[in-house]
């Protein structure tokens, strides 16, 4: 079977996924790292009046001169409407403050020499200066969050800005999780000979609660036929999506791929990349599955490279491929005939942005996850010389 390109197999997956879940609609302080299920559209102006940006002095432009002295007829704090601007004097006025009827500047206040009720403007600003006008942010009217949108802290802050209380969202997906290997165990355990502690799980299991998803974990299935079948089955009837790590290589003792054809079908096997190549996407009872490989790190890139855009997808979010980027090789390198993901670090230098290497990119060094902040990004047979152009990913 020939290895599909990285770029069809996104685009496949890409093809297949759709919003799975139903709406709700949630409190603002519920709603953070959910998808927006509506478009939200401000019905007040931000800000809802013209204010000082600077504490200072509100006057109007067309009386001051500078040297000038001005008596202050007013003190406005936040919070408080001042009295109307009377002719050739000024306002003593704060950050935030509503810019009183007749005046249109503010003179901050390191501008003036003042003393109790005087004031003399040492220089003077353009008309208008320091001055936030009534929705210079948002307009009423305006689009504020789209349908699909991510809800960031800054989003779910735009809406408190316009006075919103709660926002309908995407009921967020459950994902079934799962490993395979029987010579898998779970920390706290002894280990004995030929056994290894379970890392897939944590990283797995951390990844997607990151995504504000719910996570059903179903352990560890044994590198047994009849047992891979029955913890399928059961993950297509608890889950939306469901999630293996390991067991879809070409080993003898690799089952999922089998019991998946068995029970529904694949879509995808093994993909032109390294690491990651025995990633799968199938199909069971119309419940789709992602095959992850074992190995830590071939897990981790695959989530980041097929299984993170396709949940965003499934979770009904508009923007879900990663930013590619580009820095600055600070090494050399010669790809082989896939496409590589070298974890890598980004570094700030002689005024540009340049990648850094890991030094092991085996696909079993998991600390090297630790350390990356980044995914290299090198096509089959590129090669790439230190100081070329090089693109890559955030990781997130």
């Not at 459950?174 to 165990?185: P, R, Y």
């Not at 992850?292 to 508009?318: D, I, Y």
């Amino acid at each position: 079977m020939d290895l599909s390109p990285v770029d069809d197999a996104v685009k496949e997956l890409l093809e297949i996924a759709s919003p799975v879940t139903g709406d709700e609609r949630t409190l603002l302080d519920q709603s953070y790292g959910r998808a927006s299920a509506e478009d939200v559209f401000a019905q007040i102006d931000v800000p809802f009046f013209d204010n000082s940006a600077m504490d200072g002095f509100a006057g109007c432009h067309g009386d001051l001169l500078e040297g000038m002295t001005y008596s202050v007829y007013d003190r406005i704090p936040a919070g408080r409407l001042g009295q109307t601007l009377t002719k050739n004097s000024l306002a003593r006025i704060f950050t935030g403050a509503p810019i009183p009827e007749g005046a249109d500047t503010v003179i901050v206040q390191e501008d003036v020499d003042f003393s109790l009720d005087t004031a003399t403007i040492k220089k003077l600003p353009k008309k208008y200066s320091n001055v936030r006008r009534r929705g210079h942010d948002i307009t009423s009217g305006s689009k504020v969050v789209s349908k699909g949108e991510f809800l960031s802290s800054a989003a779910v802050a735009l809406l408190a800005s316009v006075g919103e209380t709660s926002v309908k969202v995407k009921i967020p997906l459950t994902v079934a999780i799962f490993s395979t290997g029987d010579e898998l165990v779970l920390p706290g355990k002894a280990l004995k000979s030929a056994q290894s502690y379970n890392s897939n799980r944590f990283l797995i299991y951390g990844l997607l609660r990151d995504m504000g998803l719910n996570v059903i974990d179903l352990g560890i299935v044994p590198d047994d036929y009849s047992k891979t079948l029955a913890m399928l089955s059961k993950a297509g009837e608890v889950a939306d999506v469901i999630i293996s790590s390991g067991g879809v290589s070409v080993g003898e003792e690799d089952h999922v791929k089998a019991a998946v054809r068995a029970l529904g079908s694949v879509n995808i096997w093994k993909v032109a990349m390294k690491p990651g190549k025995p990633f799968l996407l199938g199909e069971i009872n119309g419940k789709p599955l992602l095959g992850l490989p074992g190995n830590p790190v071939s897990t981790f890139v695959s989530f980041f490279v097929f299984a993170k855009p396709f949940l965003k997808a499934t979770q009904g979010l508009s923007e879900v491929a990663p930013n590619e980027l580009y820095g600055l090789s600070s090494f050399d390198f010669q790809a082989g005939s896939r496409r590589e993901y070298l974890r890598a670090r980004l570094r700030s230098k002689q005024g540009g942005t340049w990648i850094e290497k890991y030094a092991h990119q085996g696909s079993s060094v998991l600390s090297s996850l630790r350390w990356a902040n980044c995914l290299a990004i090198v096509d089959g047979a590129q090669q790439i010389k230190i100081g070329d152009p090089i693109k890559f990913i955030e990781l997130d």
